[in-house]
């Protein structure tokens, strides 16, 4: 499933992004089941919040960042479609 950049994404009921201070690492915490977020899907996750657009999003880490707009969007895609695909995130 591809997303617009209208889309508005949030995490699925029983996952959520959580910081372990003890490891000083983002985890998505889900039912049974634990993933370590890489500190790029760490930043882009930590803007997930249910009412930002995924433009939204990609203009924020575009200029965080100072990275070119369209390779932003790109990578950001990329990772949100994978996670939608796992019904770790719903759009």
């Known amino acids: 499933m591809s997303v617009s950049e209208d889309s508005i994404l949030k995490f699925t ?26 500190p790029v899907a760490a930043a882009i996750l930590q803007l997930v919040d249910g009412a930002r657009s995924l433009g939204t999003i990609i203009e924020t880490l575009a200029e965080t960042y100072q990275a070119p707009r369209d390779v932003i969007a790109t990578d950001v895609q990329t990772l949100l479609t994978s996670l939608i695909d796992q019904r770790v995130l719903s759009a």
């Open 13 to 38: 009921r029983g996952h959520r992004l959580q910081h372990d201070r003890v490891r000083d690492v983002w985890l998505i915490q889900a039912p049974e089941k634990a993933f370590i977020a890489d």
